[in-house]
């Protein structure tokens, strides 16, 4: 799970965010303290800044270009400073990305993956989000709405297949057949039983029932 530090002097703004990063997975914090932020931010080590650049005492660009002198923590302005100069300056002081206020949420979302998949290549494929759902293969758990809940080795490899597969009906004997591949031997009974397993966790998250649907005959679908 991603650390996203949220930098938004507007407290209607900040919560909307805060709860957006959560609901898609993120671990979402905030600043309402704007005392000496770059100390801040450097304290915390968030995985990625969501920075304001019109905030009291210490503008944005001055956060930006204390931060790059001493981290590379990625850095996306968000602001409602739209022209060419902002994007150019912010870029200049070390910003690795750019997004004006009000902005698309999809938009923001897809700038922010963006950034991280820049910053850390190594986790890409690591982490699957399907519809506000992210499984976690290093810590072996599922998140969703800033909860989460540990999976055994049978249920996060059902999970990531039916994810990687959304929208496809998976049959019963494909899923078999990649749990044999990974040597865990299941017959048809142990897979309902881990499918059964799968979706209490999930309900257990606040996952909806019809987040993983039966297609009686075929197999399952996300």
């Known amino acids: 799970m ?3 530090l949220i930098v938004e002097d507007e407290e209607k703004i900040r919560v909307e965010l805060q709860n957006l990063l959560n609901r898609y997975g993120y671990e979402a914090m905030v600043l309402d303290d704007f005392h000496e932020v770059d100390h801040q931010i450097l304290q915390i080590q968030p995985q990625l800044v969501l920075l304001d650049i ?3 005492e210490m503008d944005g660009y001055m956060i930006c270009r204390s931060i790059r002198q001493q981290s590379s923590i990625p850095v996306l302005m968000v602001t409602s400073r739209s022209s060419d100069l902002d994007e150019l300056m912010s870029m200049s002081l070390g910003a690795d990305d750019f997004i004006t206020k009000p902005y698309n949420v999809q938009i923001l979302l897809a700038h922010i993956q963006a950034v991280l998949k820049r910053a850390y290549p190594q986790d890409q494929g690591r982490l699957l989000e399907v519809n506000g759902v ?7 758990c599922v998140m969703h709405e800033h909860q989460s809940v540990e999976l055994t080795k049978n249920e996060i490899r059902i999970l990531w297949l039916l994810m990687r597969k959304q929208g496809t009906i998976v049959s019963r004997d494909e899923i078999m057949t990649d749990l044999w591949q990974s040597e865990e031997f299941v017959d048809d009974n142990t897979l309902t039983v881990n499918i059964n397993r799968l979706r209490r966790k999930l309900e257990s998250i606040g996952v ?3 987040y993983l ?3 009686r005959g075929l197999g399952y679908r996300i």
């Open 2 to 4: 991603f650390k996203i």
């Open 54 to 56: 019109n905030l009291p």
């Open 134 to 140: 992210t499984v976690d293969l290093r810590n072996g």
């Open 208 to 210: 909806s029932p019809d």
């Open 213 to 215: 649907s039966t297609k």
